[in-house]
């Protein structure tokens, strides 16, 4: 069973950055996929960007493309999302995900159904 815990939300202003984390525990984070997801007010979650098992590919949506990274340490079983540039339409609560899949996450991102494990979310604000 593994357990996933975000860190690093807040309030920041327009133009601003934050780093997100997502520490892992209960099973090595080398055996998941991992992904960012976001829901904010009154609208569906959505996939913003995915990493494979390795690390050897990552994607990220054309909504945040150029501003967020996503990484990953395997070793401290933690999974970082630099967020860049941050305007006001990001701001939502941000979902750390793993999938068990070998498949590329590019193929599996934008469906939430495939998540094994979710965090509990952590809330970014971007606002003046």
């Known amino acids: 069973q593994l357990q996933l815990v975000e860190s690093g939300g807040g309030l920041v202003l327009p133009g601003g950055s934050l780093r997100l984390s997502c520490a892992a525990s209960g099973s090595p984070l080398s055996w998941y996929g991992l992904a960012w997801y976001r829901q904010a007010p009154g609208k569906e979650r959505e996939g913003v960007s995915c990493i494979n098992k390795r690390g050897g590919g990552t994607y990220v949506a054309d909504s945040v493309k150029g501003r967020f990274t996503i990484s990953r340490d395997n070793a401290k079983s933690t999974m970082y999302l630099q967020m860049n540039d941050l305007e006001p339409e990001d701001t939502a609560v941000y979902y750390c995900?793993?999938?068990?899949?070998?498949?590329?996450?590019?193929?599996?991102?934008?469906?939430?159904?495939?998540?094994?494990?979710w965090g509990k979310g952590t809330l970014v604000t971007v606002s003046s």
């Open positions: 995900a793993a999938v068990g899949m070998d498949d590329d996450c590019s193929g599996w991102l934008q469906f939430s159904s495939v998540v094994d494990y």
